[in-house]
């Protein structure tokens, strides 16, 4: 059984896409929002607005695409019609800037609800066509190209945003636009996938581990989104720093991510002779770095003399993000892949929904001192949550037991 590079670097192209949106988004609406409001309350919970609305799209389109039959497949046709749209409502943002925050809310909303509607089809893309012992090695490389996409979105956004605020969201236009071109002109999903599409019942409800695991979920996006959300604020209102000085150091966290994201698969499931550690165990492992990270940086009055620990926050981050969602297919039943995945989806929205209000809401009443120890907070639940996940490892194949 060997994992098809090609294959999985092409459909990494659609998370590529995703991962040219999110970090902006979470960097720099924060700070448009500024101009027409005052409240960091009230701003924590505009960045929600998204994510209620999605709420329940993300998992209904999941379990929709486990059923859609076109001559482009089950997953690619979301990409191909909502990608646009959301590249479009990505330039209307910065015209919302300009004029009035109705426009600017209304272009946020529908950015959202159209990058609902086709994240998890490609996602699910993934373990459609990759046999479930190496769905980790996979969704390294597919997260890798995510890593890239965060690179070039925040390391060149932070570029554009000190010639013209806007400018970095038209920029990620435009590079999802030509992501859309590519997907058009030269992928084609294959027929064949690991699953058949069988009637969906919702077995998580009962199965103790994949609860806990959803909950786990939930525990570290609610830490990880909100350093993402906040962290530019923070710096810049704390620390005295200037936004665009804090958004590049998250450029060290992404390139590090990039690099360890393959790596991280290969670490959990082994590779050649190497057992792995397990997907549980390393996924443990990163969490517990992310708490040291989360320490060290909170004990600062300059973020950017301490560039590293940004590296180890991505180092950490690969461990825990890269093995989470195979964990999850793996529990899923045959043809739940797309539901499955929407319910990982759904935690993280849930988690999004709870953050940066949270966050906000405590920065309001008990100042910024309290960031770095909520993060560290809701790290430690998600370790908690995973010391009773017993299920979600990879199944041992037959050269295996050899």
């Known amino acids: 059984m060997r994992l098809n590079w090609k294959n999985t670097f092409i459909i990494g192209l659609g998370f590529f896409g995703v991962g040219l949106v999110w970090p902006l988004y979470n960097a720099y609406m924060p700070i448009l929002y500024s101009k027409f409001i ?13 994510n209620w609305l999605a709420l329940t799209l993300t998992p209904f389109i999941g379990f929709l695409s486990d059923r859609t039959r076109t001559r482009f497949g089950r997953r690619i046709p979301y990409l191909l019609v909502f990608a646009p749209l959301s590249a479009l409502f990505l330039m209307l943002i910065p015209v919302g800037w ?78 999802l636009l030509i992501v859309t071109a590519i997907f058009y002109l030269w992928i084609r999903e294959p027929e064949g996938s690991t699953e058949k599409a069988e009637r969906f019942q919702i077995g998580f409800i009962k199965d103790r581990s994949a609860i806990f695991m959803l909950l786990a979920i939930f525990c570290w996006f609610v830490a990880y989104n909100s350093l993402e959300t906040w962290v530019t604020t923070y710096g810049r209102d704390y620390l005295g720093m200037h936004e665009a000085d804090v958004a590049s150091l998250l450029t060290f966290s992404g390139g590090a991510f990039l690099i360890f994201a393959i790596p991280s698969g290969f670490l959990a499931d082994g590779f050649g002779p190497f057992k792995g550690l397990g997907r549980k165990r390393t996924i443990i492992g990163g969490l517990l770095m992310m708490i040291l990270a989360f320490f060290l940086l909170g004990l600062q009055s300059n973020l950017k003399s301490v560039w590293y620990l940004f590296l180890l926050v991505g180092f950490a981050w690969s461990w825990v993000n890269i093995n989470s969602y195979p964990m999850i297919t793996q529990m899923a039943k045959a043809g739940q892949i797309g539901a499955y995945t929407g319910m990982y989806y759904l935690s993280s929205s849930l988690a999004n929904i709870a953050g940066p209000p949270l966050f906000g809401w405590v920065f309001d009443n008990f100042g910024y001192g309290f960031f770095f120890p909520m993060g560290i907070l809701f790290m430690a639940l998600a370790v908690l949550c995973m010391l009773m996940v017993t299920r979600g490892e990879k199944e041992p194949t037959a050269a295996d037991a050899q």
């Open 38 to 50: 005052g409240s960091k309350t009230i701003i924590g919970y505009l960045m929600t607005i998204d």
């Open 98 to 175: 300009e004029t009035s925050l109705w426009l600017l809310l209304g272009a946020s909303i529908m950015m959202n609800l159209s990058m609902a509607c086709w994240r998890s089809p490609i996602v699910a893309l993934m373990p459609d066509v990759t046999p479930p012992p190496l769905r980790s090695k996979a969704n390294g490389i597919i997260n890798f190209m995510g890593g890239l996409a965060y690179i070039v979105a925040m390391y060149g956004g932070a570029i554009l945003y000190r010639m013209y605020p806007g400018l970095p969201f038209a920029g990620s236009a435009l590079l």
